[in-house]
């Protein structure tokens, strides 16, 4: 990571360049080698130490904080604890992203068309998620015959119908398969 060093009213001792190499470094590796690059300016305004620090990250991500104090310890650590807070935010943002990725789908071709076989890196399998349950309030539950429900399930768009069986008194369900027959569930 590159590390830019500014001084406004002031010289930039060594001791005071090691202790900011050592705040920044702890940024550094709580991102995971993920910060470009960190810009720090330092302002003496008679007795007010003020730190100001911009850490880039990959991403176009841009950390700031800014300190202040009687001293170049305690402004250097208000700014880096703030900077450092965010970083965790982010990170936690990526890490986010990464578990609830979707997994792509490969398309097929279509039927004609010369396909090419490519090898793909093994992906971590991933449990589906479980279908949500949306309940409907009222359901009518008419009785009918069976040529009658079925005589519903074909004239309307409905998948399934359930009703009461007119014969038996029970409750049926009929329903189209999926290859356009319909099928029968009765209680036993």
């Known amino acids: 990571m590159q590390l830019d060093i500014t001084g406004r009213h002031l010289e930039i001792t060594p001791a005071l360049r090691q202790l900011i190499e050592r705040r920044v470094a702890r940024i550094e590796r709580l991102l995971n080698d993920s910060a470009v690059s960190a810009n720090v300016v330092l302002t003496l305004e008679k007795y007010r130490h003020r730190v100001e620090i911009v850490v ?20 250097i650590r208000q700014a880096t604890e703030k900077v450092e807070a965010q970083a965790k935010r982010l990170k936690s943002k990526w890490a986010e992203r990464k578990r609830s990725a979707p997994r792509r789908r490969v398309p097929t071709a279509a039927a004609g068309t010369s396909t090419r076989r490519t090898t793909a890196a093994p992906t971590e399998v991933t449990e589906p998620a479980a279908p949500r349950v949306i309940r409907r309030s009222r359901y009518p539950v008419k009785a009918m015959t069976l040529d009658d429900a079925a005589g519903q ?8 119908v359930v009703f009461r069986n007119a014969d038996s008194d029970a409750i049926s369900i009929i329903y189209r398969r999926r290859d356009g027959n319909l099928g029968l569930i009765e209680p036993d």
């Not at 950390?63 to 310890?73: A, I, K, Q, R, V």
């Open 153 to 160: 399930v074909e004239g309307t768009t409905e998948a399934f």
């Open 56 to 75: 880039r990250a990959r991403g176009d991500h841009a950390l700031s904080g800014m300190g202040e104090g009687n001293g170049w310890t305690l402004a």
